[in-house]
């Protein structure tokens, strides 16, 4: 896959506590002077990156049920309606963790499905925690979020163990197919990971470095 434009893959993301409304701000204008796929921020700010991004094409992200993915579902349906209505064009929701590790998968595809639906045609992307799972359950995992519906599965949120690997990657795209998204989150850092991840079937990349990753190409 061609890494001409790789700015073009990242969600430049701010989901740090504390985050204030300058930093989202901030997150916004860098977001348009590389030319991000999108800004990654908390429900609360969703509205003030939409606004700050109106008219750019650049897209606003959001997490629902994030970082632990055990809320219920009517709560995860209700954030993803809120988060819409606020101006979120895409969602990135945290699969219920609890759910699938006690072998609940069709508890777990409902609930998948349920902000699916709720998103009202926004892309869905289901974190399911790679660094928390095994091979085999990374496959389970994925084959579950594509059969429910979903856009993307995404690796990591980046506040639990572990964090994107080449490999999963790989096993993902192997499972998933080659027209279903998948993202690459969790200490993305630079250039050359960036690029190996794309290289490796990522089409999106989630990164809190992204600046940094950009200059990096531009120095190429």
Known sequence: MS????????????LRPGSTCDEIA???????DYGFASVCVNPFYVALASESLRGSGIKVCTVIGFPLGSTTTITKVIEARDAVANG???LDM???LAAFK???DELVKQDIRAVVEAAAGRIVKVIIETGLLTDDEKVRAATLVKEAGAHFVKTCT????GRATVEDI?????????DFGVKASGRVRDYVTAKAMIEAGATRIGA???VKIAQEERSL
Do not use: W
């Open 94 to 96: 945290v699969m219920n």
């Open 158 to 161: 980046g506040f639990s163990d």
């Open 3 to 14: 890494t001409d434009s790789i700015v073009k893959y990242i969600d430049h993301t701010l």
């Open 170 to 178: 790989r096993l993902l795209r192997k499972t998933v197919g080659p």
């Open 102 to 104: 006690s072998g609940k």
């Open 208 to 210: 809190t470095a992204s």
């Open 88 to 90: 979120a064009d895409e």
């Open 26 to 32: 901030t997150l916004c204008q860098e977001a348009k």
